[in-house]
């Protein structure tokens, strides 16, 4: 199925394909200093050549401006240029994970207990995050007392491209990642199995479906979205606690903020019970990530109109 115009998944996100490859090879040959130092370049082109994303930086930060004043955000092109500045720091930190070179010292995990007690419950959990920091850095919890096993469900076609750029790297022995764009029963059942056996299901809340179109709006930053339904069907299949994750850097350190979001999520069959429940876990959702936003404003990278689809319907900007 072709993937419609618009659509996040029809954007490039390394679409510099060869400045991205440069500063992989930078920072394995150099270390960081050098990879700083090509850095810039890089991402300036990226910036001036990128009309569609850097015009989707520009509106995220105005939004998240205007709900949060106190940032003192007006989604300029200098803003926007540290935004991406900012998405080419995480990628040196996609680098250093995946590499095995994170220092455990380095991560502050204030509720590493309400891991620690599933574990000695051996229950499994989904672990419901989203496109802000560096995912990637969980493998600090995968590497907790060597006992938690992590899959990661992601775009099968950003996914593999990544692994290339790192030498066909595909993560550790405790991290999955399942490379899907669509959820169904066969995935389910695996992982149901996975659930069972005390590993934790990983899933991001804030990108719509690449095929399907189940979708549900949500107010973010002011203005309604459009999330998927996928995280919370599959909750509602798996049987199992849901608990938010977001990882990012902050203050020269690395932070994993995990939170419970619901002991257990029962999606109805029937409507409007079904669509009422969805709207209320995708705006607890959508209020959870605001919340992180405005801790790490330049960390949402989101490179696509992510307010489109409902300006359209009330005749906002394309």
């Known amino acids: 199925m072709k993937t419609p115009a618009g659509h996040w998944a029809a954007l490039e996100e390394t679409s510099l394909l060869w400045g991205i490859r440069l500063l992989v090879w930078v920072y394995r040959l150099c270390g960081r ?29 105005r939004r998240l401006g205007a709900f949060f004043p106190e940032l003192g955000l007006r989604g300029g092109w ?43 419950q051996k229950r499994g959990a989904m672990l419901l995050s989203g496109h802000i920091g560096n995912l990637e850095i969980c493998q600090a919890i995968a590497n907790l ?20 750029l790192l030498g066909g790297r595909t993560g550790s022995a405790t991290i ?5 764009t669509e959820l169904n029963p066969a995935i389910a059942i695996a992982l149901q199995e996975k659930i069972e056996q005390g590993e934790f299901v990983v899933m ?13 709006k949500a107010s973010f930053l002011g203005r309604e979205a459009e999330f998927p339904q996928g995280p919370y069907l599959l909750a509602s299949l798996l049987r199992c606690p849901v608990y938010t994750l977001f990882c990012y850097a902050k203050d020269g350190r690395y932070q994993v903020h995990l939170a419970p979001f619901a002991e257990s999520i029962r999606v109805p069959r029937a409507e409007p019970q079904r669509g009422r429940m969805l709207q209320d876990l995708a705006r607890r959702y959508a209020e959870t990530l605001e ?28």
């Open 33 to 61: 200093w050098a990879f700083r130092l090509f850095l810039r370049p890089v991402v300036s082109y990226y910036f001036l050549g990128g009309r569609v994303a850097r015009a989707a930086s520009m509106e995220y930060l």
């Open 78 to 120: 200098w803003e926007s240029y540290r935004h991406f500045l900012s998405f080419g720091e995480t990628l040196l930190d996609k680098i250093i994970v995946w590499m095995g070179r994170i220092d455990p010292v380095q991560v502050d995990f204030p509720n590493r207990r309400l891991l620690l007690d599933l574990l000695e």
């Open 145 to 164: 007392r060597g006992h938690i096993r992590l899959n990661i469900l992601v775009h099968t076609k950003h996914a593999e491209k990544f692994n290339r």
């Open 176 to 180: 999955r990642l399942i490379q899907v």
């Open 204 to 216: 991001v809340g804030d990108r719509i479906p690449v095929q399907g179109g189940r979708t549900v």
């Open 291 to 318: 919340g992180h936003c405005r801790a790490a404003p330049l960390q949402w990278f989101n490179f696509y109109p992510y307010w489109k689809a409902s300006d359209a319907g009330e005749g906002g900007r394309d």
